[in-house]
């Protein structure tokens, strides 16, 4: 079982930058893929960006060019750098992961931080 725990959130004015970090303990073997995940009041979760163990990347059309995912196996810590912030960008965001390469199934969810960006 792999826990998850997300810090960084806050509140930012638009065209700011926001690092969301996310801790990974509990399970010996990783995840095959992390990411991040966000979701607005009144609208579905959706996907911002996904790492895979090879360091494969993928973003949400919506934040390409202004977010980066990274991690850092020897802190079990995903990260999330945003930047150019826009209000359309404020949601409680949440760290994932998927015991698959192909993301077929979610397994683990952090508690979610919130962005607010004004």
């Known amino acids: 079982h792999v826990q998850l725990v997300e810090s960084g959130g806050g509140s930012v004015q638009a065209g700011g930058p926001l690092r969301l970090s996310c801790v990974a303990s509990g399970s010996t073997v990783g995840p095959s893929c992390m990411g991040w995940f966000r979701q607005a009041p009144g609208k579905e979760r959706e996907g911002v960006a996904a790492?895979?163990?090879?360091?494969?990347?993928s973003y949400a059309d919506s934040v390409k060019g202004r977010v980066t995912i990274s991690q850092d196996n020897a802190k079990n810590t995903l990260y999330l750098q945003m930047n150019s912030l826009k209000p359309e960008d404020t949601a409680t965001y949440y760290c994932?992961?998927?015991?698959?390469?192909?993301?077929?199934?979610?397994?683990?969810w952090g508690q979610g931080t919130q962005v607010t960006v004004s």
């Open positions: 994932a992961a998927s015991s698959y390469s192909d993301w077929r199934t979610t397994d683990y």
């Open positions: 790492i895979d163990s090879d360091g494969s990347t």
